[in-house]
Structures are given as C-alpha cells and as structure tokens.
C-alpha cells in the first residue's frame, strides 16, 4: 500500500476510523479462530507454572485498556515499569552474585576470594541453620549442624574473619538473615569500622525480612510485634549513620519456594513491604528518609513470561501506593529495586546437569524483567552446597547472558507485546485483589496468626505437586524423559564434623580472651534499652564491640520480647 493510499484510507473521523479498525480485527480473529479449533491440539493443559489459563493468540483487544503514559512510561521515571533507572544496563550491568558460605569463617572467606577473583562483583552470605536461629555455635541445638548449610558466624570475631582481606567499602555484602538480622548486621558494622571503614561508606543488604518467616522459611526468635520493632529500630539508625545499606529486602523468594504461585509471591511480598512502611510512618520516621533503602528479593521460576510480568507489575503496583496511599515525595522511595535469584525448587537430583539450562532461562527472564542483582543457583545444589567447579559455572551462566546474547543493549526489550502487557495488568489486579483480602483479615500480622498465608501457600504447592505426581505438568528427566537418570552422579561437596570443633574451640577461646565485665555491662544495657522501647542499634554495637556472641545477644532480647511459637494450621 503506498503513502497515499493509506493516507486515503485513515482519513475522516479518528473514533469512526478506530471503530473500523477494532471491527476489522474481530473479524479476522473470529475466522482464525474457526481454523484454529478445528485443528487438533496437543493433550496438554495450557497454563503458566501457577496455573493461570494461557490463551493461543493475544491481541491489541486484550491490552485496549494500555495507557502508555499512566502504566509504561520510559525507564527510570514513575511508574517505572519498563525498569527503576533511566539507562539501565547501558551504564551499569546487574550485580553479579552467588550464594557463599559453608564450615568456618576462614574456609568461606577462601572461596570469596575465589569469586571475587573469577569476576563475582558481589557477595551473598549463606549462614548455616544454628546462625539462621540465633544460636551460637556451641549451644545443644547447634550440634551437627555446624557449617553445613552456610558459614557459621557466632560473633564478631568470625564476621572479621570472614571479610578478611575483603574491604568492606568497596565490595557490596548481601546476608541472607532474618530472626537474628541485627545482631548479624552489628557484626558486620563493627568488623568494617575495625577495617577503618567507616558506617557511612558500607553498602550491602541485611534480608531482615521477619513477615515472610513466619508465612514460609520459619527462621524467626521473637513475636512479631517486637520483630517489627526492632526492624524498625534498624531503619530509624541506619537513615542516619548508614545510608548506603539495604537495609531490608523484602524477600518473596522464600514465598515462592515454599510453593506460592507467581501472584501470591508478587501480593504477598508487596504487603509485607507495605506493612514496614506503614511501621516506619507509626515511629515518626518521614517515609522519604528510609523507603529508599527498602529493597525486594524475588523468585525466578520457570514460567518465562509470567516471571517477566511479576517484576514489572511490581514495580508499578510499588510506585503507585507508595505515591498515592503513603505520600512519598521523592522517586527514590517509588522505585523498587530488586535482587534475584533462580528458582531453587525446580532443581532437581535426576538428570543434574538439565538445571544448568532450567538455571539459564530463569536467569534470562530475571534480566529482561529488569533486576538490579542476581544469584544463579548451582546445578548440585539439589544435593549439597555447590563445589568451586558448579559455582564457577552458574557464574559463567550470568556472563555469557551479559556479555554474549545482547539482551543487556536495549531496555525491557518485550514492552508492547500484547502477551506481555497482559500479563503485567493481570498480575496487578489479581495482586490488588490480594491486598483488599488481607486486609478485611486484619492486615499482616492478623493474617500471620489466623494462619491464612501458610494455608493458601499450602493449597498451591499442593496443587503443583498434584500436577507433576499425575503426569499433567512435565518435569523433564522427572516424569517424562528419564533415560540416562541411573548414570546421575555428579560431585558434591561434602561438610565434615571439622568446622563444629573448630568452631567450639574458637568460642572458648574467644570467652577467654575477652572482658567478661565489659561483656555483662554492655549487655545489660541493651536488655535495658529493649524494655525502655528506645532504639537498640546503639547498645547492640557496644556489645557486638564487648564480643558478646550471637547466643548471648539472642538471651538477653528474649527476656524481654520472649518466642514466637506457630499456631497450628490445617
């Protein structure tokens, strides 16, 4: 068709030239379809990994609602769908990082070094279960478990060990942590101030996520009222003395692991993060001196697309209520900023070597949904922590994706594809949906203790498995494909009883060597602090400074904000 034929064509009246157009397009599709159905079709179900139903063929008509303005915009302004910063991968790539840590501080800060040096650009602490609890590394419901899922870490001295060599200002430290989040974040603090670093210049993040605990990973001490304080405690103190860290990452990784769907992931963590804000506003914090440290941590399963659409309905539906229901004024505090991490449920021990291209994908789709970080899970990770070879290939992974395939050149690449819009309005309403439920619960912390977000994570998960156990949904080398399963044997990395004797040895000598009045002193007045309500930053470093442990900082808050125990659910 020439110039002038199609200006021929589009003249007259704009309404009646748009109505035309939408006629003429039902009627096509009306007639593709009468094709397409009498067509037989594959015996499968047609949904995402979540569930939700996948039509064959999307179309202007199921995005006629788009406002380019109000619901895309351009990057790095709000609503910030199409990404949180202007140039996105053109200035910067997305931090690189693994998940590290197993035995002791010395072994871990081995293979940190290696990762640093093989073009990690930055670090990921994985802490084993005593440290996750709280419990130093001696205490009864430690033994045998010492260094065997992450490094354990049970004073300050272990945290100067682990950074040993590594400067604190100028490599980025992440810590997967939570029930005991300050207390690991005190150790960090310390140890950079010991490195002459001061509190002002330390970047990372602390997970410090207690409401996502108690919906799914159960690593908490306290109830979560006191929980939230003490959050809060950390937010009010770092505004002032370290602004540079993270300091939470609400996390919905863990929701999703535990069998969430793609929404009740994006819901639940949005909620969980609506929830610290509001906690904020309650202590007279203005929400633009802490919300821009807020950051999220999300899943990247297997469903390509829907995991493309969950990060940039989150960062719509993010700016939206922080703008419109919370008043920020700053785009720093509408901007949502993401880590990510593969899908450590879809690794599987059959056919080992399928999750480095289960592992590839996720990463892919994380990187066109516009992530700032990324973890790449390794292959053997199904098995044990990842050996120095599995690790280094994981890495490799998120290289060749940056470097080698261009998707890093253009920003959200897949804006404007109908299926990809569609799912991003979807993901918002339901997610939207969500958030009216919770709250006619009672919020939160209500919903926490009715129950409710274990139950309906439980109803999925049982769903997925439903799906896999009865052939509906394939999982290669699971339930379909299984040729070559008996010839599976990969290496593993193995953590021997070494690192709980060491560890046992380096508390006894640390108790020996230290100011044991000096120790009763400054912990006394964080037990002080803690029934006074006053914010605890300040008495935990002097105790973290006294070489208080993990252990002793945990006793001496529970005497004053007691256990958190689950309420039974059916």
């Given amino acids: 068709m020439s110039a002038d034929s199609r200006t021929r064509t589009d003249s007259g009246n ?24 009498a067509m037989p079709k594959r015996d499968v179900e047609f949904t995402t990994v979540s569930g939700r139903p ?30 949180p910063y202007h ?35 930055g670090l990921s602490v994985a802490f084993d279960f ?17 260094g065997k899922c992450g490094v354990a870490v049970s004073s300050l001295a272990d945290m100067e060990t682990l950074f040993d060599g590594i400067p604190l200002d100028r490599v980025s430290v992440s810590m997967t942590i939570n029930g005991p989040a300050i207390m690991l974040y005190g150790f960090l ?54 602004p540079k860290f993270n300091t939470i990452s609400i996390s919905g990784y863990h929701i999703r692991e535990a069998g ?19 906690k904020g506003i309650e202590r007279g914090l203005d929400v633009d001196d802490f919300a821009p440290r807020l950051s999220f941590f999300f899943d990247v399963h297997n469903d390509f697309f829907e995991e493309i659409a969950k990060f940039r309905a989150a960062r719509r539906i993010w700016a939206r209520h922080m703008r419109e229901r919370y008043g920020a004024k700053k785009p720093e505090s509408w901007r949502l900023r993401t880590h990510a991490q593969t899908a450590g ?40 922590l990842p050996t120095e070879k599995a690790v280094r290939i994981a890495l490799r992974t998120q290289q060749i994706l940056a470097y080698e395939t261009g998707v890093a050149n253009t920003i959200d690449p897949l804006a404007g594809s109908y299926y990809v819009e569609h ?22 912390v209500r919903g926490i203790e009715m129950g409710y977000f274990q139950r309906e994570i439980a109803r999925s998960a049982q769903r997925f498995q439903e799906e896999v156990e009865s052939g509906r949904r394939i999982v290669v080398g699971v339930n379909e494909f299984t040729e070559g399963n008996e010839e599976s044997e990969i290496p593993i990395l193995k953590i021997g009883p070494e690192p709980e004797i060491e560890q046992r040895q380096r508390l006894a000598e640390l108790r020996r060597r230290r100011e044991d009045r000096r120790v009763r002193e400054t912990l006394a007045r964080l037990e002080e602090a803690a029934r006074e309500g006053e914010n605890l930053m300040e008495p935990l470093l002097d105790a973290v400074r006294a070489y208080a442990t993990l252990g002793e900082l945990r006793e001496t808050l529970v005497k004053v904000y007691s256990e958190f125990h689950e309420p039974v659910t059916f």
């Fill in 14 to 37: 704009p309404l009646e030239a748009k109505e035309r157009e939408i006629a003429e397009l039902r009627r096509q599709l009306e007639e593709w379809r009468r094709r397409f159905d």
């Fill in 54 to 83: 996948v039509e064959p063929l999307y179309t202007p008509l199921d995005v006629a609602d788009l406002d380019y303005a109000r619901d895309l915009g351009v990057p790095g302004d709000y609503p910030f769908t199409r990404g």
């Fill in 87 to 121: 140039s996105m991968y053109r200035t910067k790539l997305w931090t690189m990082r693994q998940f590290a840590g197993f035995g002791t501080a010395a072994e871990s800060n081995r293979r940190f070094k290696y990762l640093l040096e093989h073009g990690q650009t």
């Fill in 130 to 146: 005593p440290t996750l609890m709280g419990y130093d590394s001696d205490h009864p419901r430690a033994e045998g478990e010492v």
């Fill in 189 to 242: 603090l310390v140890a950079a101030e010991k490195q002459g670093v001061p509190f002002d210049r330390v970047r990372g993040t602390i997970q410090n996520d207690i409401l996502k605990e108690y919906m799914a990973q159960h690593a908490w001490i306290f109830p979560p009222e006191p929980a939230l304080k003490i959050i809060t405690d950390i937010f009010e103190w770092s505004a002032r003395h370290a």
């Fill in 260 to 278: 969430a769907t793609a929404v009740q992931e994006l819901a639940y963590t949005l909620k969980n993060g609506f929830t610290y804000v509001e």
């Fill in 345 to 384: 449920c879809t690794l599987v021990a059959q056919q080992p070597e399928n999750n480095i291209v289960r592992v590839a994908y996720q990463a892919l789709a994380a990187v066109l949904g516009g992530t700032q970080s990324l973890h790449t899970n390794s292959m053997d990770e199904t098995f044990a």
């Fill in 423 to 444: 799912l991003t309005n979807r993901m918002e309403e339901e997610a939207e949906a969500i958030f009216e439920e919770i709250d006619r619960l009672g919020g939160v």
